[in-house]
């Protein structure tokens, strides 16, 4: 009798990946390291790839199968991946076979422009402020009480070794962003990059979500601001060599303007004050690990935050 190979489909695939992955028909994927819901992997040229179970936000260069848990699969760090060809990857010692043949493609970065609104998410800034102040999160979201206003905190500040030791470093940081020549603060990123707890450190979480805003914010995000996009991508190249393999690449695809499906609808919902779809995003991606989802949403809140102010500020110069 002979025994039918166990095959695991893919529910969705990212359309960065399918389109890397449909030009490299031959390949062998090498495991980095394997957690509850996930597995990252990496190809020869370093590019890395991830594959998770059911119940994940697409990422770039990522799928998600119906699966319960990666556990599954077996797989262990060094394990090898072959690609028959065919959107199929055979898992090793014969555990089976994943098929991505028929998997949803899914977008990692807009696809349709940003809608700003006449007042340019305040009410969803506020929203996101209070939410952060009452999560208590580790890593550098305490920070939100005082920035990107610039105020001095007090001494008697709540927060962590974390807060207390790249205060300064942030506060200049976002101090240069809200200047007349922002793209200068890209050039700070390497006091940042790196810094605090996690796979994906705090500040590189912080960090993506600023990137992610300033891609996708006028005229930032212009194709004709090639200066803009250069520093951008500047800062995936210092991050290749002080922060982790995960880190490196989650910035380089930030600084493209791909990042995991919350974070995008996140950023959709502040600018164009989808307050209904707001709230429930916000806690989505405060579930993500003990502090990642947390800094990249104080990121992200500094970035609209700056940009909201320019808008204010620019209307009532011209009125």
């Known amino acids: 009798m002979t025994v039918r190979e166990k095959i695991y489909n893919g529910l969705f695939i990212?359309?960065?990946?399918?389109?890397?992955?449909?030009?490299?028909?031959?390949?062998?994927?090498?495991?980095?390291?394997?957690?509850?819901?996930?597995?990252?992997?990496?190809?020869?040229?370093?590019?890395?790839?991830?594959?998770?179970?059911?119940?994940r936000d697409i990422m770039p260069m990522g799928m998600v199968a119906a699966v319960?848990?990666?556990?599954?699969?077996?797989?262990?760090?060094?394990?090898t991946l072959s690609s028959d060809g065919r959107l199929v990857f055979n898992l090793p010692r014969g555990a089976g076979s994943i098929w991505l043949k028929d998997a949803h493609v899914r977008p990692v970065s807009l696809t349709q422009p940003l809608q700003v609104k006449c007042s340019p998410g305040i009410m969803a800034l506020d929203l996101i402020k209070t939410k952060l102040l009452l999560a208590n999160a580790?890593?550098?979201?305490?920070?939100?009480?005082?920035?990107?206003?610039?105020?001095?905190?007090?001494?008697?500040?709540?927060?962590n070794v974390y807060c207390t030791f790249?205060?300064?470093?942030?506060?200049?940081?976002?101090?240069?962003?809200?200047?007349?020549?922002?793209?200068?603060?890209?050039?700070?990123?390497?006091?940042?990059?790196?810094?605090?707890?996690?796979?994906?450190?705090?500040?590189?979480?912080?960090?993506?979500?600023?990137l992610l805003s300033l891609?996708?914010?006028?005229?930032?995000?212009?194709?004709?601001?090639?200066g803009l996009r250069e520093n951008l991508e500047r800062v995936a190249v210092i991050a290749r060599d002080r922060t982790?393999?995960?880190?490196?690449?989650?910035?380089?695809?930030?600084?493209?303007?791909?990042?995991?499906?919350?974070?995008?609808?996140?950023?959709?919902?502040?600018?164009?004050d989808d307050l209904d779809a707001l709230d429930s995003l916000i806690e989505r991606v405060l579930a993500y690990g003990s502090s990642s989802g947390a800094d990249f949403l104080?990121?992200?809140?500094?970035?609209r935050k700056i940009s909201a102010d320019n808008i204010r500020t620019s209307r009532s110069d011209s009125e």
């Open 14 to 55: 990212a359309s960065d990946l399918r389109q890397f992955l449909l030009a490299r028909p031959i390949l062998e994927l090498r495991v980095h390291s394997v957690f509850e819901t996930s597995v990252n992997l990496l190809t020869q040229e370093e590019e890395l790839v991830t594959f998770a179970s059911s119940g």
């Open 215 to 226: 891609f996708y914010d006028s005229p930032w995000g212009n194709d004709a601001n090639n």
């Open 166 to 210: 790249i205060y300064r470093d942030l506060e200049l940081f976002l101090k240069v962003l809200v200047s007349d020549k922002p793209e200068h603060a890209l050039d700070l990123t390497e006091r940042l990059i790196g810094f605090g707890p996690g796979l994906t450190p705090s500040c590189d979480d912080f960090l993506a979500g600023i």
């Open 244 to 272: 982790t393999l995960v880190s490196y690449h989650m910035l380089r695809h930030a600084a493209s303007g791909r990042a995991n499906e919350a974070y995008l609808e996140l950023l959709r919902a502040i600018v164009e």
């Open 138 to 159: 580790d890593g550098i979201s305490p920070l939100i009480a005082w920035m990107p206003e610039g105020d001095t905190p007090p001494s008697t500040r709540k927060g």
């Open 298 to 303: 104080f990121g992200l809140y500094c970035a």
């Open 68 to 79: 319960p848990g990666v556990s599954v699969w077996g797989l262990r760090a060094g394990d």
